[in-house]
T-cell receptor
Framework: GIQVEQSPPDLILQEGANSTLRCNFSDSVNNLQWFHQNPWGQLINLFYIPSGTKQNGRLSATTVATERYSLLYISSSQTTDSGVYFCAVESRSNYQLIWGAGTKLIIKP | GAGVSQSPRYKVAKRGQDVALRCDPISGHVSLFWYQQALGQGPEFLTYFQNEAQLDKSGLPSDRFFAERPEGSVSTLKIQRTQQEDSAVYLC??????????????FGDGTRLSIL
């Protein structure tokens, strides 16, 4: 089945810094979603982005489907950005979301 | 409601007890998914419904796990004779229609299950 790899596994930044999180996947996908899981365990939809680029405030994402990767950009980080960022893909052969292991982000004040 | 609602938010049970977890999907969403998330890991697929039909239960870890969605809306995940390894967060997601793809999945806040 599809493999999803996220990097880096951990990231510690000062408030105000920018960051780039990467998601690689091993096969063609129908869609790709980025999620933020906050320290209280809530999973928040950030982007639904099977291809192209989207922006939402300080966050943006780009998926290059032909090269099988996606990037999540966080600019001017805030402490509330802390948590785990997951990339999940839906394969062409079924509808299940296959998840990466996540990037744990800590933003220090 | 506006989002996927799960209850209870937390559940503590003794080993061997049966538990039932509830999921109210977004109104009108055809597809419903259950995932299990162990501590420090990403969610893993358990089962999938399209309306009332359970189309895939390949992710259920044992026959102690049972899910239903009798009227194509609310779903219940039941775990019988719970074991300590069942301790996890159980997440429910719904989408407008994932069978033909192109629809994002929206997640509830999860039920954190602890088996003592």
């Amino acid at each position: 089945g599809i493999q999803v790899e996220q990097s880096p596994p951990d990231l510690i930044l000062q408030e105000g810094a920018n960051s780039t999180l990467r998601c690689n996947f091993s096969d063609s996908v129908n869609n790709l979603q980025w999620f933020h899981q906050n320290p209280w365990g809530q999973l928040i939809n950030l982007f639904y982005i099977p291809s192209g680029t989207k922006q939402n405030g300080r966050l943006s994402a780009t998926t290059v489907a032909t090269e099988r990767y996606s990037l999540l950009y966080i600019s001017s980080s805030q402490t509330t950005d802390s948590g785990v960022y997951f990339c999940a893909v839906e394969s062409r052969s079924n509808y299940q979301l296959i998840w990466g292991a996540g990037t744990k982000l800590i933003i220090k004040p | 409601g506006a989002g996927v609602s799960q209850s209870p938010r937390y559940k503590v049970a003794k080993r061997g007890q049966d538990v039932a977890l509830r999921c109210d999907p977004i109104s009108g969403h055809v597809s419903l998914f259950w995932y299990q998330q162990a501590l420090g890991q990403g969610p893993e697929f358990l089962t999938y419904f399209q309306n009332e039909a359970q189309l895939d239960k390949s992710g259920l870890p044992s026959d102690r796990f049972f899910a239903e969605r009798p009227e194509g809306s609310v779903s219940t995940l039941k775990i019988q004779r719970t074991q300590q390894e069942d301790s996890a967060v159980y997440l429910c997601a719904s989408s407008l229609n994932s069978f033909y793809s192109n629809q994002p999945q929206h997640f509830g806040d999860g039920t954190r299950l602890s088996i003592l």
